[in-house]
């Protein structure tokens, strides 16, 4: 989402998300360890006056 003030020109705010998820294979000592992702990050931009 971005809302746009008309009379002053830019951007006021800004918002977005992202989400990743699936499986994952982590290797440490040569022992592979399954494991799971499941990330949700936002990010909120707001221009003060």
């Not at 951007?11 to 982590?26: A, K, L, P, Q, Y």
């Not at 022992?31 to 990330?39: C, E, F, G, Q, T």
């Amino acid at each position: 989402m971005v809302l746009f003030d008309r009379q002053r020109g830019p951007v006021v705010e800004s918002c977005s998300s992202m989400r990743i998820t699936g499986d994952m294979v982590f290797t440490a000592n040569n022992m592979d360890l399954p494991a799971k992702l499941d990330l949700k990050m936002q990010t909120t931009t707001v221009v003060k006056q």
